[in-house]
């Protein structure tokens, strides 16, 4: 271990403790002002590091300086992902080179398979907002034709999707999928139904995931892989983190987004069953714990950064209460192994995958939670995790992921959702709440703000 790791090492430690010994002064509006600037340089450099050395790529690979695509083309992912970040921040050069490169660069008349799921947060949630704020018909027509191209993915025998489509044939493949596989289609699919009032899309994305429901156990639980040919469970643990996490935040947010009531009603069943079962607290905080969908039984005290996405949509929900208990789990899993990993055992306090990928749930439930109660404990948890990533993950070319975070050893990726989510929410926490109305939209699980009304 170098002598600059230890010294980041001990600094983090002492920030956590003093975070939680010491009183804290109120945030100024100065204070705010300045963390907003600072996120938003954050962002331009790393925009600058992406057109310098992954112009055109779907991400940047920030150690080797050099882009990536996921496919055999690029979908633009980056800047597709970037452009309704780059509008909420004011940044209107970016946004609009952003938004020349999808037009001029765009196309799905390929022949690619590509993984649903993905394509749709990403790209079609990505084209809807970045419709939605503009108004340049393009952006809505790449959006509609991306929608009939995925479209094939739901023809299975259950109408739950398929993983993987290809975009020219429609062919699909892949049957062993999970709840966010399936489920997170609600919002997007419903967007191109108010866009395009073709109810199908709609229809097929909520057949898909009330056939989820359906099939929840006798403790209204689900599990975390299911053959959607079948309908028959692979894998009965149920949890909230990776694989199912969108499915229960989409049900709630459809209620928001559209008023769908049958969808308000999953969320709470699914809710009450969630916090009676899995639900755990411990000396540092409140998790949710991993459980047998069919007896209730703990399986193994896991908990991650997907995983603290939960403490936001309770405080959105209304349920201020138990998020706060969550968040502060949240945040210990963050100071405790200097930047959060991506899955850690929360009885033991053991880390067992280290890596942090950039992501934003940590953050994104500080921001619901700021909205809902303007504490300022929220600002400082938000501040400290900002403040770790631009210092702890920044390259010369902008920033990248942890391979540990223990050791701070960085990965060579940029995903697009560091510009999508992770900035957006960092700034919008600290950014006057005019800025966003929460009350107008609701966003989708890449964070793309969708109307409430169109």
Known sequence: MTARTKLLLLTSLFAGLTFHLFPQKPFTLQQKTAQCAKIKAACQYAWAG??????????????????????????????????????????????????????????????????????????????????????????????????????????????????????????????????????????????????????????????????????????????????????????????????????YEYLYKAWLLFGDTDCKQAWEVHNRAIKKYLYTEVPSGAYFTRVDMRSGKETHSLYGALDAFYAGILALSGDVATARKIQKGNFHMWTTFNIEPEEFNFRTDSVLYPEYPLRPENIESCFYLYRKTHDPEYLRMGQRMINDILEKCKTEAGYAEMKNVKILEKSDSMESFFLAETLKYAYLLFAPENTLDLSKVVFNTEAHPFRIKN
């Not at 597709?80 to 938004?99: H, I, N, P, S, V």
């Not at 999970?178 to 109810?199: C, M, Q, V, W």
């Not at 994305?205 to 099939?215: D, G, I, L, N, T």
């Open 50 to 247: 992406y057109k310098q050395y992954a112009n055109g790529f779907d991400a940047l690979a920030p150690l080797s300086k050099k882009g990536h695509n996921w496919y055999s083309v690029s979908f633009m992912m980056t800047p597709l992902d970037a452009f309704d970040t780059f509008y909420l921040m004011g940044l209107k050069d970016e946004a609009a080179q952003a938004k020349e490169m999808v037009i001029n660069g765009l196309s799905f008349d390929v022949d690619v398979e590509v993984q649903l799921f993905e394509v749709n947060i990403r790209l079609l949630g990505g084209l809807i907002s970045a419709y939605e704020l503009s108004g340049d018909e393009r952006l809505l027509n790449l959006a509609k034709n991306l929608g009939i191209r995925l479209f094939p993915a739901f023809n299975s025998p259950t109408g739950m999707p398929y993983r993987y489509v290809n975009l020219k044939t429609g062919k699909t493949r892949d049957s062993l999928s999970n709840p966010a596989e399936i489920g997170t289609y609600l919002l997007e699919f419903g967007k191109l139904t108010r866009l395009t009032h073709d109810s199908s899309f709609y229809k097929a994305a909520k057949r898909a995931a009330f056939e989820v429901y359906r099939r929840r156990s006798d403790i209204d639980l689900v599990g975390t892989t299911i053959n959607v040919n079948t309908g028959a469970w692979k894998n009965t643990e149920s949890q909230i983190g990776a694989r199912i996490d969108s499915y």
